[in-house]
Nanobody, 116 residues
Framework: VQLQASGGGLVQAGGSLRLSCAAS????????MGWFRQAPGKEREFVAT????????HYADSVKGRFTISRDNAKNTVYLQMNSLKPEDTAVYFC??????????WGQGTQVTVSS
């Protein structure tokens, strides 16, 4: 599985961004996808996940109600819509595929910077 994340950028607090992650290499709808992030000096943390069908989603408490994960299996793409962004959301965001047992494939990351 190859993953290519995009959509990061610089935004003011309160603004919105939509991240995309394009996948290739296996039947996209057969595995769950997740978004993670890593801020400078901090460990990588879970943000959101979505099942292969798109029916089941889970979010970190810190983003619940502000971020929405979705997927388009026809386009082999998963999205992360981020609204009401805060400076503490600043991080490199990674998409990952859970194809077997755990997240075993990772994208290259896309930088999100939220200015106050």
């Amino acid at each position: 599985v190859q993953l290519q994340a995009s959509g990061g950028g610089l935004v003011q607090a309160g603004g919105s961004l939509r991240l995309s992650c394009a996948a290739s290499g296996r039947t996209f709808s057969s595995y769950a996808m997740g978004w993670f992030r890593q801020a400078p000096g901090k460990e990588r943390e879970f943000v959101a996940t979505i099942s292969g069908s798109g029916v089941i989603t889970h979010y970190a408490d810190s983003v619940k109600g502000r971020f929405t994960i979705s997927r388009d299996n026809a386009k082999n793409t998963v999205y992360l819509q981020m609204n009401s962004l805060k400076p503490e959301d600043t991080a490199v965001y990674f998409c990952a595929a859970n194809t077997f047992a755990g997240y075993d494939y990772w994208g290259q990351g896309t930088q999100v910077t939220v200015s106050s």
